[in-house]
């Protein structure tokens, strides 16, 4: 007899679990209990399903590095005896998390599927009930005997997204995720469509490296019309500041003003790496295209091309982490190392 697959199902919040609260009525997570009485289909998957939940269970506007690092364990912990995970996680920062997981998990062979929902679970137009039962399905999904998306992913609504491809793009309606510059891996309708030549399969057969560490000492600077220098100069001068995506014009562009270059110039200077990121969601950084990017380049930044801002800001935190090297860290934070850049 075909072993059953299984499944390891972890909660860490979200809305898909949440209540009213009677005292103030705002939503709050409450336990998998809550989800588990409502979903009454999870026994009927003929798959071997586990749960584990984070205690408390979190709004994902709480989630950080220590839930990932979390998060990263738990899939270690389980890792042989599953053949595919899903995370249960608000949508705020789901794009940060999946993100973050997919630099923590070097070689995943298995399926990692975040899902969530717009509406909880005990309403009665929840995306919650469509999206946990999709995406159980996907993880145990396999081809010629293999999983069939071996990657960290997003799944919401009908789409299956490379996980550091994805930006929440929608507070209201139940497409909540976009991924604008790769496509889908996966699309359900009657059937779920897997997207083959878009999906990375590990080549050879090396063991999980789950890393441990992350180095927060970054930040995100939205260049906007007006900006003072001032600003720049309080930014760039933080304690310990070791890196910063700069989330420019366009094609990777920003003001070419003398006190705006001199102040990236001296940034660059001491050791801050600066990551050129659009803010446009489509398309790419291409820093010799204008003048304005080019002032950039020559100033020390360096493009981040069409990563977006969530996984550019967890790559740099992941190599600060494990790349004291500075040249060695130049090279990795502008080239794929899980799909997330072009
Ligand atoms: N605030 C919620 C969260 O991110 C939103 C959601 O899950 O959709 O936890």
């Known amino acids: 007899m075909q072993k059953k697959s299984s499944i390891l199902l972890i909660y860490t919040g979200g809305t898909i679990g949440m209540e009213l609260s009677p005292k103030t009525g705002n939503l709050i997570p409450v336990n998998f209990g809550n989800i588990a009485r409502e979903m009454p289909e999870l026994v009927r998957f003929d798959l071997d399903i586990k749960t584990v ?6 709004d994902s506007s709480e989630m950080g590095p220590d839930m990932w690092i979390r998060l990263a364990l738990t899939i270690e912990e389980h890792y042989d005896r599953f053949d595919g995970f899903v995370i249960l996680h608000g949508t705020d920062t789901m794009a940060y998390s999946a993100s973050a997981l997919s630099f923590l998990l070097e070689n995943l062979g298995k399926p990692v599927i975040f899902t969530g929902s717009q509406l909880p679970i005990g309403m009665l137009r929840t995306d919650g009930r469509e999206n946990l039962i999709t995406s159980i399905e996907i993880a145990a999904s396999e081809i010629n005997d ?6 960290v992913c997003v799944f919401f609504q009908n789409k299956l997204f490379r996980g550091n491809r994805t930006t929440k793009y ?5 497409n909540a995720f976009r991924s604008e510059n790769y496509p889908p891996l996966a699309e359900t309708g009657i059937n779920i469509e897997f997207n083959y030549h878009a999906i990375n399969y590990p080549y050879g057969d090396h063991k999980l490296k789950v890393y441990k560490e992350v180095d927060n000492n970054v930040a ?11 600003l720049l100069n309080t930014l760039f001068n933080t304690v310990n500041l070791k890196g910063v995506i700069m989330e420019t014009y366009g ?17 660059v200077e001491r050791g801050i790496l600066i990551v050129n990121v659009s803010q446009c969601t489509t398309g790419s950084v291409d820093m010799n295209k204008y003048n304005t990017g080019k002032r950039l380049q020559e100033a020390g930044v360096v493009s981040g091309y069409d990563m977006t801002t969530e996984a550019a800001v967890t790559k740099l935190m992941f190599l600060l982490a494990q790349t004291p090297n500075d040249k060695e860290l130049r090279s990795l ?10």
């Not at 934070?333 to 072009?342: D, T, V």
């Open 53 to 58: 939940s984070f205690s408390p269970p979190l």
């Open 146 to 151: 293999a999983p069939a998306v071996p990657e």
């Open 170 to 174: 929608n507070v209201e309606y139940f």
């Open 220 to 230: 995100i600077l939205k260049i906007f019309p007006g900006i003072k220098g001032t």
């Open 251 to 267: 094609a990777g562009n920003a003001p070419t003003a003398s006190w705006f270059i001199s102040e990236i110039e001296k940034a």
């Open 333 to 342: 934070i502008n080239s794929s190392i899980r799909g997330e850049i072009k």
